[in-house]
């Protein structure tokens, strides 16, 4: 029994850490699209920020300096999908996909001119990371049977990010259906026309929308490269930039139905991880890229065979050009 309880909370924990920064990238596109923006460069800006704030934190050896730098390098991306976008009336999807391949180069001829360690960053030490904190009272309740696990490794022994993120999704919930400008903000994705005629600037609107999208996606690729891991390394973010686009359509553009996919594919994954080196019968050993493999395959399946009818905002995709 104390088998399976200590299996379940550490596959448990492992799904938290897992979708954390599908989570906040999920958020971050949900503003954008909510605004009538399409965000295909959610990975683009993740990965972008995970360099960032592996490189300032090797050289500052601090991780809020880290952070600063993933949030600075979201937001410029951000910024440029905006001016092509909304500015220019590009298209949202060209934007997008042009940000993930100019990002995925970039960071590996920066990472080799300054670091020359193939495109990775040194090893950072725990000093300059955001590590797992020790709640109060761990101690004392770890010889208690189940409390003491759930206590230490389930509700405790996270970083910092992690228990932000999960205030993020409540937050952004709020700040959709319960203020002025979340109302506005849906306004213009699914109107923009009526918004414009209030008398309310659609360009503004949807570029606040966008720079949210880049602070979110900031502190998703910092959450990579140094919480999660202690390095960045080359194409680090290996699509979950997109994954988090497809559990937010999965979600129907809302919060709390966005997180339950986010914690969906996290736990595929956590199951997956766990399920490394163990014999089945008849096939033998698992094989580790059927392992690697699994979590895609399966959210590919669930959201093929479970999405239903997702209904996106109806000026999605849709330059909007002021009338004179």
Known sequence: MDEWITFAVLILSATLRVATPLILCAMGGLFSERSGLIDIGLEGKMLAAAFAAAAAASVTGSAWAGLGAAILAAEALALLHGFACITHRGNQVVSGVAINILVSGLTIVFGMAWF??????????????????????????????????????????????????????????WVLNRTRFGLRLRAVGEAPLAVDAAGI????????????????????????????????SRDMTAGQGYIALAAMIFGKWRPFPALGACLMFGLLDAVAIRLQGVHVPVIGEVPVQLIQVLPYVLTVILLAGFIGRAVAPKAIGVPYEKEH
């Not at 600037?201 to 990579?224: D, Q």
């Open 201 to 232: 600037s659609v360009a503004w609107l949807r570029y606040r929308a966008v720079l949210i999208c880049g602070l979110l996606t900031g502190i998703a690729g910092a959450y990579l490269s140094i919480a999660q891991n202690a390095a960045f």
């Open 116 to 173: 020359q360690r193939g495109g990775q960053t040194p090893s950072l030490p725990p000093e300059a990371r955001f590590m797992p904190i020790t709640l109060p009272g761990t101690q004392a309740l770890a010889d208690v049977p189940v409390l003491g696990r759930v206590w230490g490794d389930l509700i405790g022994g996270h970083n910092i990010i992690v228990y932000a993120t999960l205030l993020v999704v409540p937050l952004t919930w």
